[in-house]
T-cell receptor
Framework: ETGVTQTPRHLVMGMTNKKSLKCEQH?????MYWYKQSAKKPLELMFVYNFKEQTENNSVPSRFSPECPNSSHLFLHLHTLQPEDSALYLC?????????FGSGTRLTVV | AQSVTQLGSHVSVSEGALVLLRCNYS??????LFWYVQYPNQGLQLLLK????ATLVKGINGFEAEFKKSETSFHLTKPSAHMSDAAEYFC?????????????WGLGTSLAVNP
């Protein structure tokens, strides 16, 4: 149990589908993050939320849409994805400088 | 600006041998430094962190790292490798100033432990 729970663990979706990734933390952290992890590439920070407010969007395509309804939950809505979007999507939360990561969602776009 | 370089994308050691994973950083302000580990099909887990206190930092699972300002290094070591140490290891830096807590990540080093 890492304290950050991500669902689903695995997701296969077609390019015309709409799906959502969910992240939940009950650590009392005030910041939450979405990262993309692809093989042979560095971790890519996608979005940052502080106290439910989006504070960073690293030029992420609009087919990825984040939502943070409260400080414990974070969603990543997906639509019309491309095969190159296949990756491990990691959610993290932090209080000050220490990050806690979820186990990730392995996304395959077919 | 901060950056992190991990020398060697793949390191292979024998069980019981010394583990040494290298990390060099650049930072215009005093840094916080971190090592995270990622086991297969898992997220990243904090191994240890340096936050301007003792320069030799001890972490979980017998790992430790030493902050050397003169060498801008934060290498990760473990005296005796165990099979269960096989994983991906990431070094990261964050500025020790202001409210910016964004982590800058290295590319990772994959550690293989041979029986």
């Amino acid at each position: 149990e890492t304290g950050v729970t991500q669902t689903p663990r695995h997701l296969v979706m077609g390019m015309t589908n709409k799906k959502s990734l969910k992240c939940e933390q009950h650590l009392g952290h005030n910041a939450m993050y979405w990262y993309k992890q692809s093989a042979k590439k560095p971790l890519e920070l996608m979005f940052v939320y502080n106290f439910k407010e989006q504070t960073e969007n690293n030029s992420v395509p609009s087919r990825f849409s984040p939502e943070c309804p409260n400080s414990s939950h974070l969603f990543l809505h997906l639509h019309t994805l491309q095969p190159e979007d296949s990756a491990l999507y990691l959610c993290a939360s932090s209080q000050e400088i220490v990050y806690t990561f979820g186990s990730g969602t392995r996304l395959t776009v077919v | 600006a901060q950056s992190v370089t991990q020398l060697g994308s793949h390191v292979s050691v024998s069980e019981g041998a010394l583990v040494l994973l290298r990390c060099n950083y650049s930072s215009s302000v005093p840094p916080y430094l971190f090592w995270y580990v990622q086991y297969p099909n898992q997220g990243l887990q904090l191994l240890l962190k340096y936050t301007s206190a003792a320069t030799l930092v001890k972490g979980i699972n017998g790992f430790e790292a030493e902050f050397k300002k003169s060498e801008t290094s934060f290498h990760l070591t473990k005296p005796s490798a165990h099979m269960s140490d096989a994983a991906e290891y990431f070094c990261a830096v964050s500025p020790n100033a202001g409210n910016n807590r964004k982590l800058i990540w290295g590319l990772g080093t994959s550690l293989a432990v041979n029986p």
